[in-house]
């Protein structure tokens, strides 16, 4: 369960790239490129959690997975890479909640399109902020592994899988009435039951993955194969 949920929250995460793509010129291609990308991303991640798993096994992944790397060079120059993509993901996680946070200050004032001193002071101080609170949170929390496992049964759940299906169930219940799925035909069946087998699978999540998630740390701790808060030691394990 750990593992497919590290997975999960893997793939599930990069969901939020096509969000830019709203802004085209032509709306009409929003469709091929969520597709295209949708496509892109369940081949790539699927393929790199198969091989990575076949290779190294459930009992000796770590998360990361480039963990699993036995040759330190080729572990520093794998970690190399995350750099890029853990800075771009830092600002732009931290940029929205920021923003969240900045526009329920500042709602209906003047701050909220002008260049005003309380504005971009605001705005530096709800960023560091956020950043020192994540960084407290990277570094009390020695057990990244379940930590993925714990976040992904708690969020990606609902962000991942249940949202989308009730997200379904309401729009073709709005389009086309109570019996959507009666008036649609093999079209309406079929999407109606995928989505509540969606649904089913992330209320499955949701609870027995929240309690795998916490019994294995748990269990962590009882062994004591968790390193110390604000320490070197590695929590990737």
Known sequence: M?????????????ITIPSFIAEMKNPKDFPKALWAVTIAEVI???????????????QYNVAPAFGSLGNEVYKKVSFSFMIPTLIFLGVLYASVSARFVYFRIFAGTRHMGSHTV???????????????????????????SDLLSLMSSLFDSFFGFIFW???????????????????????????YVFNIILILIGLLFLSAGTYASVESIIQGYAVSSFGGPFSCASNGV
């Open 165 to 191: 299906g009730v997200a379904y169930l309401r729009m073709r219940r709005a389009d086309h009435g109570p019996g959507f799925w009666k008036v649609r035909g093999i079209r309406g069946m079929t999407g």
């Open 2 to 14: 750990n593992a497919f949920m590290n997975i999960s929250y893997t793939f599930i995460g990069q």
């Open 44 to 58: 790539l991640f699927s393929l790199v959690g198969a091989i990575v798993y076949a290779y190294t096994g459930t």
């Open 118 to 144: 309380v504005g971009w002071a605001s705005w530096a101080a709800i960023l560091a902020v956020t950043w020192l609170f994540a960084f407290i949170i990277a570094e009390v929390i020695p057990f990244f």
